[in-house]
């Protein structure tokens, strides 16, 4: 190895120590530069706290120091302001992190205007358009580093389990999950979709390269104003060759397991920021408990739910069966008619199809859903007539099935709403840093 | 750590072993499946060459060890066609991989029609429209494996240097790179913009976090036709708070060195098969040459070029310049009216931006553009208003110049061209799994 990135300063050049890092400079004078979090006096001594996005630090500012203008600044300095401090560093076991700086200098970058978010509480539509800004508080910082490391984990799954990454294309002719919530937009003359899913070529790609997954964006134009919605959102969707419906539900067992359990080790400080109970993370160890959709219509009915077999669930049942169980629930074999043309039927009664979702506990509900896939040729033909989908569009997925079709099968888990389940977040717009809303595209 | 991913078959659960892994299996009956690559015959042997996605591995068929039935079917089996094969291992240094099977069975799953790929020379048309089968070919499999390296190493770079993953949205109300190569869609009533670039947001989450990048799908309706273009291309965008000009050079040069080792060191075998010769990525280690636009105007017109200064490169230019030099070159201080309105003007020379572009050697030109952001809010809004931008979609860019704006810089480095350049490919198109060109997007 001619590099080993093992020493941040040392690739950044940058002549500056971050906050984190502080507890290895104790006793030396060094440099930090932030933005001036939180201030307050006593007496003689100033306590100006510095966030740089790794840690916040205290600065004790002691009248004795310091220049008369330096101290007078600490007095004002607004929050926000962006700031040069020089100090030493000690260890202090009541300091933020465990250790504060004794500012020397104090140089201003650039003194803020009235920054807007207070500590007053805030409606959420205003700190949706102030989402740049809010991204500074200490709660958003904690949710971004959960997210890092959840999406950290998901690569780290399938890579170790010799899976290949294939990304899948955003603009695309075809419709995978019907046509009503398509976002669609002028492609030199003609008409282009913007991805609802990626399974459609991952299929293509597991049938050249065996198990493969992709982890991008796609795109539901959902008019939905639901805590579970977002029109954007990240999926990451493994598609494998010879495996059928038992096959990826042990996988995605095993996968949101891993997940959670990347988060419990290395996002412990995080989780407690955000005062998430890690009681039931703690129990998201497989086996997960599996039912028929039959028996969760039973469960359903049985709450008082008049709820019919034939119907999809929507999030008053997945809340009302995800709270029945103490760990994430897999159910299986759901009613064909209520499934995508894709899936494969239940060769013991048609009317069912292969597929799974996964239902998270604490009255979450769906985070994954997947199937076995529609291998034959002459059936699947036949679904693209029933569901008046183009079969133009389709002619390079039915190719699939006329070289060398193998039983396949997949899942698709939404980023988005694991985040917000494992953080236990009362909205889905908080799991990503600039949510897209039913018409909210801004910041 | 209670789950922890280190045997591909304790969380799959298939009943099969994957090619690449025969080796571990050498005296043992296993069970293969995949899809047939190539056949031959001599005698009463038949050799079946048989692709999983992990490898490929020769079956050989002794008439007198299987059924007729069996051994008339290894006759005239078709390419492509899907089958179970079972039999035991040997190792045999002539095999591919340097193992084989002998088999007892050979199950068809599905006979494939005629497979349209064939021997013959194609057309790229041709190709590009069966891009789904084409990827299953030995030399596509080598680059999407070499992709998966580079995407990794990207993500492990940052990562290992404190950098926090901050996804940027893709539907966007705001144009970064100028507004005539913009994908538009109906957003509930508004128009949104796909993302040229995640930039102006990592500008906010830098002020957030510190050290930040984002990685996924940008989009620019180019009607160019050219090697270096698609519609669609995936981009790495660090932004660092406090970094200034020199900084990011030192930081592309060491990004850009660690990806070319770990693909030399993790993908060799596939740099084999791609034919690539190594020397020129051998070569890439720090420090890169450095020079100035200025000095870049002198050297084309040294060379014959008429080039004249205040003109952006074009393809001509980047590929002269980039085969002047046997290593990765940086050129900086560009002439600040062919450069965006966020760049920040050099304090010696305003006619000149803080910019950087890394151009490939051996031809290949840009894969990596960046610059130091200007950080003044009356000048950026200056900009703003000289480049007849909508003032509204970026009163949140502004916001980041009036609540402690600092020094920043950042790049993107385009992960197509860099695949390119690394594989020596002829056309960007093949760097990625399903490419949009121009009146391209099937399928």
Partial sequence: MIILVDDEKKALMLEQVYIAEMGKYVGENVTLKGWVYNRRSSGNIRFLMLRDGTGIAQGVISKADVSEQTFELADRIPQESSAVVKGKIREDKRAPGGYEILVSELEPIQIAENYPITKKEHGTGFLMSHRHLWLRS???????????????????????????????????????????????????????????????????????????????????AEKSKTRRHITEFWQIEPEIAFAELDDIMELAEKFVAYITEQVLVNRAEELKILERDTGPLENVIPPFPRISYDEAVDILNKEGSSFKWGDDFGSPEETLLSEKFNKPLLVHHYPAKCKPFYMKRDPQNPQLALAIDMLAPEGYGEIIGGSQREDDLETIKKRIEEHNLPQDAYEWYLDLRKYGSVPHSGFGLGLERTITWICKLPHIREAIPFPRLLEKCYP
């Avoid at 971004?144 to 998901?154: D, G, K």
């Avoid at 979709?193 to 539901?220: D, H, I, W």
């Fill in 138 to 220: 200490k709660k958003q910082l904690a949710i971004m580093r959960i997210r890092n490391v959840i999406i950290s984990a998901c690569r780290k799954f399938f890579d170790s389990l010799g899976f290949l990454l294939v990304d899948a294309p955003i603009l695309t002719p075809s419709a995978v999950e019907g046509t009503t919530t398509l976002f669609e937009t002028d492609y030199f003359g003609e008409t282009a979709y913007l991805s609802q899913s990626g399974q459609l070529y991952m299929e293509a790609a597991a049938m050249a390269f065996g198990k493969v997954y992709c982890f991008g964006p796609t795109f539901r």
